[in-house]
């Protein structure tokens, strides 16, 4: 009777053993976005940019600092951080000072 239930005990902890002895599979997906990022004063932003900047939708906002962008397929925009009082955002623009995605 004893080694019945030895064998018993045994058989649950290798069952046991056996269930948290499988791997958790976790994927990790990297997307690797290329961009050359480099400062440029306010000052110097195409006019089309100013003009969007200074037109009647960011009323308030001025311009902190700027960065000129160029990604991976050579697209190039502006990305903006503009400050209204308190409140902080950023804008990117293209070179004609619409708005990018």
């Not at 058989?11 to 440029?40: C, G, H, M, R």
């Not at 990604?71 to 502006?78: E, I």
Request: proline letters at 3%; glycine letters at 2%; aromatic letters at 6%.
């Amino acid at each position: 009777m004893k080694k019945l239930i030895m064998s018993a005990v045994a058989l649950t902890l290798i069952s046991f053993a056996s269930v948290q002895a499988n791997p958790v599979l976790k994927t990790k997906a990297e997307i690797n976005i290329n961009q050359d990022k480099v400062s440029v004063k306010p000052e110097d932003l195409p006019a089309a940019v100013k003009e969007t900047i200074s037109s009647e939708a960011f009323a308030g906002w001025t311009v902190v600092e700027a960065f000129l962008v160029t990604a991976d397929d050579k697209t190039q925009y502006y990305d903006l951080s503009v400050k209204k009082g308190k409140e902080a955002a950023r804008v990117k623009l293209d070179k004609n000072g619409r708005n990018v995605e």
